[in-house]
């Protein structure tokens, strides 16, 4: 005897949302099942609002995160000290920095870090654009705020050699953060202490 | 002490469960009962990682995904939920993500009869024995081994690349030269510690005829980092990293000449024995719990007065799980229960 199951519309979606992160098998049936069942308009103002996100937001063309015009709300922020320049790996490591308040320059995401491993090379990453902001900027202070992990490390030593022969602070954020998972896992007053404790490279 | 110990989808046992005493404990059972399974359960639930093999793949029940080890440690239960690419360890039914604590709880000592390939076989079996007892005995020393690895394998993927990669090859060289170069500082320290030890045990075990002597030999300088530099062009003819601790090994003479080639089968055994042995005894040094021992199968061709001056050896207050085919030899009482496996069933017998 067949057995039967969701028509195709409701697997494909559920197919569909298991794509995302964090979402398996069980809840993809239950979200797929809430958007078939919802009464109301919520459903399609999800899918408004995904389409519309996708529209909008895009990198930002001087530091890489998330912007809804060219410049980012940082980037545009003309208030903001432009001797400072702090580079991290991820758009998402900005967010954790900004919620310390103790840093009040600019950021630059390099998409990525060095990794023989991962293949990912220097080209793969926005290291010529920070090259560029360098001579076009020429902030006082570079800090750089990565991952105190080997790839971290090796792509901060690569930068530090790449930019010494430019008339700029190089330093480094304390190390005790924690490895791998980067700036997110760690909590603001580690971060705080972590730009306050920064050493000179 | 490890009260007991439920196994599931784990090598041979679907579902399988045994209590264990202070003291000795005897496994006996046929070939390929399942022995040396449930040591290696043992392990694999107090260390997360096996004594015989590096992966934990295999150990999965063929045609099942996914194994669980659990157990009870005096009052405390511990949980090990494994399946590839995901692993879940609990204490006291508590998720851990940091593992630190859980690992603190008992160590383990594991003797089994492959042992001699530690003098037999390849450095990295040396290595493999060093590395078991660093990770065991210090914090600071598996992540510091875990970067080493890293920043080598990063390194050697550089140097194989097809076109040439200097400054990267330069960025991950300091990251190797300081994960190198504390991995050296402990393993010289752990050498220093076990050495007396096992130079102490093969006397006692050899009824003081011979000498052992174990000595640290690095595969990298004290100065690691001008040593990569004058090996660069070697390094870009071989595409390797030539020096460093992957190259370390550990020296062992037995009456001043190398063990693996001039030494014989017993005394090689012996070797091994006293090896393990200082391992016990480190941890003792270290920890108010005695470490737990593992003893696998080792009395192969030696006659009973041997196996049983062997038992007489191990560190007296450690908990025991010694399994054989056989226990006719046994000599004297030894106390602690029979544990016999048959067709994956335990049946215990209490003296
Ligand atoms: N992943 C697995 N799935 C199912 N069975 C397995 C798996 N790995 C090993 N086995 C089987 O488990 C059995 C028990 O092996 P084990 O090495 O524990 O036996 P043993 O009692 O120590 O034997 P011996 O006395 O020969 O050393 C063997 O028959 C082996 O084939
Ligand atoms: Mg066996
Ligand atoms: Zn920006």
Redesign the interface.
Known sequence: MKRTEYPVAIRELIAQLRQMPGVGPRSAERIALWIVQARNEQPAGIARAIASTRDTIRPCLQCGFFATADLCEICADDSRARELLCVVEQPTDILPLEKTSAFRGRYHSLGGRISPLDRVAPEDLRIASLVERVEKEAPSEIIFALAADVEGEATTNYLVALLKKYPVTLTRIAHGLPAGGGLESADELTLSRALAGRTRL | MLRELQLRDFRCFASIAAEFSPGFNFIVGANGQGKTTLLEAACVLLRLQSQRSSSLAPAVRVGQRSFVVSGHVGEHRLQFYYRALRRKVAFDGVEQRDQAEYLRLVRVVSFASHDLELIRGPAEMRRRYLDFIGTQAEARYR?VLR?YE??L???N??LK?PHP?P??L???T??LVR?GTSLREMRAALVRRLAPFAEASHRAISGGHENLSLEYAPGSEEDFAAQLARTRTEEERLRLTIVGPHRDDLRLQVEAMPAAQFASEGQQRTTALALKLAQAQVFAEDTATPPLLLVDDIFGELDAARRNALLAHLPNESQKLVTATALDWRAGDWGGPVLELTDGEIRRRDK
Request: proline share 11%; aromatic share 6%.
């Open positions: 992540p970067a890293r920043a394998r990063s390194r993927a550089l690349s990669r400054r990267e330069a960025a991950y300091e990251p994960a």
